[in-house]
């Protein structure tokens, strides 16, 4: 059965508070990754100011992982405060991934397309019918 966790979106700041919580839960952080770490794609740049931001980070809170990042405006994402969130879903199988991804995109918007990425997880993002962001996660030593 899938896991959910909380994704959390912020406008620059995301280091400091992801900070904060560590000092606030304990613990230590999973994964911290820049966006000056992502390999270059067509249609897709980083600004300067943007390369030293935060492109995923994880802090485990009890059985759960609060996740975040820097979000800022390319067309794909725009921060809105108050519906700076997404709801991850961890499946424990490929074809969870696909059915959970395909029924949740029923109706909705795919907002990027679930596949292979350069992190090593098959991944993809959508809000549903409702208005609902949701990111599937398969880690790549979960796809087996």
């Known amino acids: 059965m899938a896991t959910i966790n909380t994704y959390l979106n912020f406008n620059g700041n995301c280091e400091e508070a992801f900070t904060f919580y ?7 952080f999973t994964y911290v990754g820049r966006y000056d770490e992502m390999p270059d794609s067509e249609g897709f740049t980083i600004s300067d100011t943007q390369k030293g931001k935060i492109m995923h980070i994880g802090l485990p809170i009890g059985s759960a992982i609060l996740m ?24 424990e199988s490929k074809e969870e991934a696909n059915k ?13 397309p679930l596949e292979d990425t350069f992190w090593g997880a098959y991944f993809g993002m959508l ?17 087996a």
């Open 22 to 28: 560590k000092s606030v839960f304990g613990g230590e």
């Open 68 to 91: 975040g990042c820097d979000t800022f405006d390319n067309g794909m994402s725009t921060f809105v405060q108050g519906n700076n969130f997404s709801i991850t879903i961890n499946p």
């Open 100 to 112: 959970l991804f395909e029924s949740l995109s029923e109706g909705g918007m795919i907002t990027m």
């Open 127 to 143: 809000i549903d019918k409702f208005g609902i962001a949701w990111m599937v996660n398969l880690e790549s030593n979960q796809a």
